[in-house]
């Protein structure tokens, strides 16, 4: 044989032997995709303006913007620009089941990153800072906290306001009636039609249901706060390759600029359906959070 040809064999007998080599390097849900040629997102219905549904009855919002930047990510990543992107939809009580469970690969929604949560599962960077607080109908008259005492309440089941709001009942001796809507769009109608005196949820997911009536003069958000909580996209634990690909994407995302018109896209311009403006102006904590990525929980 000649030099060459013997040459020419083990370049391609290495090549042959390298190929599984190569397979095996791609671990947890990268090697699933690359696998199954599909990246499956799970997303909120009524997380206005994170993750909901539009007139079409299609899921937008700042998350899923966020969200798509990784499926771009792994497109380039695992070389598959034709990569097929499924929409799963999700609630606050089945979004990590269905995270731990493999049926969603990425949750793109409003779920608060909790040292708790990290338990079970992980986070990319902050991408937003939220206050939980309630709002009630002006004409209720009520205005803190306190008024909440005595009264009925919705809160959205599964969420860290269901908890927050125990708390509160005992550290401030009061007793508050719960009932959970299913979801934030159930949890403001119940507010809407008189059920309840008050909805107990995050300040920039009531200030979305609000928006979103055909009053919203007839509503008060209560500044006062429960807890301050980040927001961020939901992955699975103990998966770093993955969670590599999405600190690196998030953090090029705030790094460049980007942040910037995508944030004032969502929180400071009309948005669909209504073509109605939050006007919620980026605070010190997001701006931070932006300035400095992290995945820091809340205790």
Known sequence: MH??????????????????????ELTGTLRKIRDTGSITIGHREASIPFSYLDDKQQPIG??????MKV???????????????????VTSANR???LQNGTIDLECGSTTNSVERQKTVAFGPTYFVINV?????????????????????STTSGTTAVPLLKKYERTANIDVKEIYGKDHAESMQLLATDRVAAFVMDDILLAGQIANQPNPGDYVIFPESLRTEPYSMMLRREDPQFKSLVDRTMAAVYKSGEINKIYAKWFTSPIPPRNVN?????????????KNPNDRGVQ
């Open 96 to 98: 990590i089941p269905l």
């Open 133 to 153: 607080t309630a709002a009630a109908k002006k004409s209720s008259g009520m205005k803190s906290l306190t008024d909440l005492g005595g009264k009925t309440i």
């Open 71 to 89: 499926v771009d990510a792994v497109k380039a990543e695992l070389k598959m620009p034709n990569l097929k992107v499924a929409l799963q939809a």
């Open 3 to 24: 030099r060459y040809t013997r040459l020419a064999a083990a370049v391609i007998i290495s090549g042959v032997m390298a190929a599984p080599a190569l397979a095996q």
């Open 62 to 67: 700042y998350a899923m913007d966020l969200c």
């Open 278 to 290: 939050l006007n919620f102006q980026m605070t010190p904590a997001i701006m931070e959070a932006f």
